[in-house]
């Protein structure tokens, strides 16, 4: 089945500065891959996702990137700001596994103000 | 985005009890809904999937006779959580995918229910 890495795990990052979490998945059939904030006691919010005819995808201060050969994604968040502070979860999907997500490990991110 | 709401938002029982959780697509119609666990500081781990009119599909090593799913309709999806004991005190969140732009879909999940059992 599909695996999913996520580093780093924990990314501390002054506000105003860019923060980049990266990770890997092992199934070459993956073909959407979306990013989630988790704030605690919440439930993951989409922030952003991609799909595998497409190399990058921007929205205001988020952006994914998408490297289909080398089997890896990014999330880039720049300007950081404090209320960006939460875990990201990356994740990924197949065609073939009836809708299932395999999920990162997961990154705690913190903007120190 | 589409709305998943999840009820009770937590709730507290006592050991050998059982807890019915609650999972609603608010604003679209879902065939299919997915229920997750999550344990502090950790992913989330895909339990089951739900089908509506079906049985639903458990992960290995989740034992069916204790998390019982029922997908009544094309917007509900309930999970049981039989004789409880404090080994289940977790996390459990749903998600539901919606159809978005061009047909695709996406992967939206409610805000979870903290479960503590004493």
């Known amino acids: 089945g599909e695996n999913v890495e996520q580093h780093p795990s924990t990314l501390s990052v002054q506000e105003g500065d860019s923060a980049v979490i990266k990770c890997t998945y092992s199934?070459?059939?993956?073909?959407?891959f979306p990013w989630y904030k988790q704030e605690l006691g919440k439930g993951p919010q989409l922030i952003i996702d991609?799909?595998?005819?497409?190399g990058e995808k921007k929205d205001q201060r988020i952006a994914v990137t998408l490297n289909k050969t080398a089997k890896h994604f990014s999330l880039h968040i720049t300007e950081t700001q404090p209320e960006d502070s939460a875990v990201y979860f990356c994740?990924?999907?197949?065609?073939?596994?009836?809708?299932?997500?395999?999920f990162g490990q997961g990154t705690i991110l913190t903007v120190h103000p | 985005g589409a709305v998943v709401s999840q009820h009770p938002s937590w709730v507290i029982c006592k050991s050998g009890t059982s807890v019915k959780i609650e999972c609603r697509s608010l604003?679209?119609?879902?065939?299919?809904m997915f229920w997750y666990r999550q344990f502090p500081k950790q992913s989330l781990m895909l339990m089951a999937t739900?089908?509506?009119?079906?049985?639903?599909?458990?992960e290995q090593g989740v034992e069916k006779d204790k998390f019982l799913i029922n997908h009544a309709s094309l917007t509900l999806s309930t999970l049981t959580v039989t004789s409880a004991h404090p080994e289940d005190s977790s996390f459990y969140i749903c998600?539901?995918?919606?159809?978005?732009?061009?047909?695709?879909?996406?992967?939206?999940f409610g805000p979870g229910t903290r479960l503590t059992v004493l």
């Open positions: 998600s539901a995918p919606a159809l978005a732009g061009g047909g695709t879909d996406t992967q939206y």
């Open positions: 199934d070459s059939a993956s073909n959407y």
């Open positions: 991609i799909r595998s005819n497409v």
């Open positions: 994740a990924a999907r197949t065609s073939t596994s009836y809708g299932k997500l395999t």
């Open positions: 604003d679209f119609q879902a065939t299919t």
């Open positions: 739900s089908n509506e009119g079906s049985k639903a599909t458990y």
